[in-house]
């Protein structure tokens, strides 16, 4: 379902320099003082050429962020505006994180690998700009269990443990501090979008267009692209929605500026997997009205797709852009019914039997009060039993904060490549 990676040499190709100035400002990183590598991604550091870097030189760029050879000279904390929980805010940006680097993958794929709690930038506001140890713990485990079940998620690439002591209102304080580095397709949100609009930039808009057909989708403009962008960016927001469903993900905080127009997963901040089938439940405990809810993603999702129609009606007249926006109810159902079946291991019947197929099974999951991991097991008993629930979360945790004993997270990673390789093969 999802790209595994493919190996490739080191090829730096910073082409966000194509976007001027306007894209983002030129940051530095804190100065941590310490820096213990708690996690390197070996698997995708391939992919881009980085996973033959001693533990050294691993530290000296994804904790001291040196530049790596003929790329980008300095960090770009990116500026996008964004929906905050539907509420319009200009006043937001890249707060605790940066663009650090580009290269190509073994696929060819512009890939971005940015950090999240490397310090403050213009768009921190009253942030420190640091990451808690176990949102780094806990960003590890979502990607990797996303990336198993066959969503396009970014993947959590390092981690680093960086010896400052946080206060947080919402959880222990003191408590202790990572910064993490993310291998992305692209940062490229459509809040990105949304903040030329408000500034009324066509001009900065059209740039962004192409950058995003030309280095994000890999095809050349048509004769309208910011229709051609839009279709191509329901498409891929369509298949988000659908894998988070199949997965029983429930991302917590779907605003414009979390929505990558690659549509890939990304930004994990109050995730949950549900344990049964409940289109009510909630990750965040801020989201009161549900806004967030699991069965309320693909809603939020196809609303976030809409403010994208609405900032390229800068460029274009609407009923192109309303027309693309239109398909994504009928692309959605599509996914979720292939995804439905491929994680069942159970063959296409015909479009009508297989609606008609998952319908039942999603009403037998909440009848019969089934767990999600166990329905799926019941067809397909050959795959490992990997969930990945907050009780667990919260052990694996635990054990890094009271012994700092990091061999249960270690082995859940194994676990849950075990079962991803098993849902794959077998599939």
């Not at 027309?323 to 599509?334: D, H, I, K, S």
């Not at 009060?369 to 397909?380: D, G, L, N, T, W």
């Not at 979360?393 to 390789?421: N, Q």
Request: net charge negative; hydrophobic share 40%.
């Amino acid at each position: 379902m999802n790209l595994q990676p493919a190996p490739s040499p080191y090829r730096a190709d910073p082409q966000i320099a194509s976007l001027g100035a306007k894209i983002g400002d030129p940051v530095q990183a804190a100065i941590f003082p310490k820096a213990i590598l708690r996690y390197r991604n070996d698997r995708w550091a391939g992919s881009v050429g980085l996973d033959e870097l001693s533990d050294e030189a691993w530290v000296q760029h994804f904790a001291r962020f040196e530049p790596l050879p003929d790329n980008m000279p300095q960090p770009l904390a990116l500026r996008y505006h964004g929906h905050q929980f539907r509420v319009y805010n200009p006043d937001i940006g890249d707060g605790r994180g940066f663009l650090f680097a580009q290269m190509r993958d073994g696929h060819g794929r512009l890939m971005d690998l940015g950090t999240k709690g490397s310090g403050q930038t213009p768009y921190s506001r009253d942030g420190d700009g640091r990451l808690t140890l176990k949102g780094a713990v806990r960003e590890i485990l979502a990607t990797e269990m996303l990336e198993a079940l066959g969503v396009e998620t970014s993947k959590t690439f390092s981690v680093i443990e960086t010896g400052e002591a946080l206060w947080r209102g919402d959880e222990p304080s003191p408590t202790r501090s990572a910064v993490l580095v993310r291998l992305s397709h692209s940062h490229i949100r459509i809040g990105a979008f949304q903040r030329l609009a408000y500034e009324g930039d066509a001009e900065m808009m059209e740039r962004l267009v192409r950058y995003a057909l030309e280095q994000l989708y890999g095809v050349t403009p048509d004769d309208n692209p910011p229709v051609q962008l839009m279709n191509l960016v329901v498409n891929r927001l369509a298949e988000l929605a659908a894998s988070y469903m199949v997965a029983g993900f429930v991302h917590g905080v779907l605003n414009s500026d979390n929505i990558n127009v690659t549509g890939e997963s990304f930004d994990y901040g109050p995730w949950r997997f549900t344990e049964y089938w409940e289109p009510g439940f909630t990750a965040a405990y801020f989201d009161h009205q549900g806004l967030y809810a699991f069965g309320r993603q693909a809603e939020a999702i196809h609303w976030d797709a809409a403010q994208l129609a609405i900032s390229l009606r800068l460029l274009t007249e609407a009923p192109p852009l309303v027309e693309a926006l239109e398909r994504f109810p009928a692309l959605y159902q599509a996914a979720l019914i292939r995804r439905f079946l491929w994680r069942l291991g159970v063959p296409s019947q015909g479009e009508a039997a297989d609606r008609a197929f998952v319908e039942a099974a999603e009403r037998r999951m909440i009848d019969e009060r089934i767990p999600v991991s166990a329905f799926f097991r019941e067809q397909r008993p050959e795959i490992p039993d990997c969930t990945m629930l907050i009780d667990e979360v919260e052990a694996i945790w635990a054990r890094i904060d009271e012994a700092d004993d990091w061999e249960p997270l270690y082995a859940k990673i194994v676990a849950i490549r075990s079962f991803g390789d098993a849902l794959r093969t077998t599939a």
